[in-house]
């Protein structure tokens, strides 16, 4: 492949290296809001935050930053609020989906974006509960 | 994501209104697939005018209808261009003291 621009030189390595499952990416479920459930290749980071919300609620969130590429082949090309993705059972034995937060943190050019999917885990309400 | 002006202007007014900072580009993602009467009926409304639940269902639904921006933009266009005039406001008799 004969590389002529930045803009290309970065999808390259995005494609063969970062969103290659040989080495840093992985191969999961994603839930459209509308359509059928299908494979993508991602390049996911996991975090785990805690949010405050106003009503005074501890909330313990798993996100999900999830590298992809824009395509309706082994991407997401319409990334909407109610989507959901699923990881591989081996790196989630709980197989709970994500929920698509609506953030897409970051646009690699035209060809990927990055996507911030979470799920909440627990919340806690005052003192001696949870 | 390249957007002209007036869908630049239209994906920051419904995402004023929405009020969640983390969908600024979905809004724009939004905007871009919508069709230029939805811009426009947007642009009419402008900011402060559009309100969140408007926002949050063009956002779920990507469907103009749904959000009522385009029945109020086709409402809009099916009123006669002058106004009717106005019927005079009857005058207020004033009450006199019998002499």
Redesign the interface.
């Known amino acids: 492949m004969t590389v002529t621009d930045f803009a290309s030189l970065r999808a390259a390595v995005i494609d063969d290296a970062i969103l290659s499952t040989d080495y840093f990416a992985e191969t999961g479920t994603y839930l459209p809001k509308e359509g059928e459930a299908r494979s993508v290749i991602v390049n996911a980071r996991f975090k785990l935050d805690t949010n405050y919300t106003d009503e005074g609620d501890e909330e313990t969130v798993e996100t999900l930053q999830v590298l992809v590429k824009r395509n309706s082949t082994d991407g997401i090309d319409r990334p909407m609020i109610g989507d959901r993705f699923l990881r591989s059972e081996a790196r989630d034995p709980s197989q709970r989906p994500f929920m698509f937060s609506g953030e897409i943190a970051a646009e690699i050019g035209t060809t990927h974006y990055k996507l911030i999917f979470w799920r909440h885990t627990e919340t806690g309400r005052g003192a001696g509960q949870s | 994501?390249q957007l002209n002006d007036r869908q630049q202007t239209a994906a920051n007014v419904l995402w004023l209104a929405a009020g969640?900072p983390?969908?600024r580009?979905?809004y724009k993602?939004a905007i871009a697939?919508a069709d230029s009467e939805t811009v426009d009926a947007i642009l009419e409304r402008g900011t402060g005018h559009v309100t969140a639940e408007q926002a949050d269902a063009f956002?779920?639904t990507?469907d103009p209808i749904a959000a009522g921006f385009v029945a109020a933009a086709e409402a809009a266009a099916e009123e006669p261009a002058e106004e009717p005039a106005e019927e005079p406001a009857p005058k207020r008799k004033r009450k006199t003291k019998k002499e």
Request: aromatic share 10%.
């Open positions: 994501m969640k983390q969908w580009n979905l993602h697939e956002i779920r990507r």
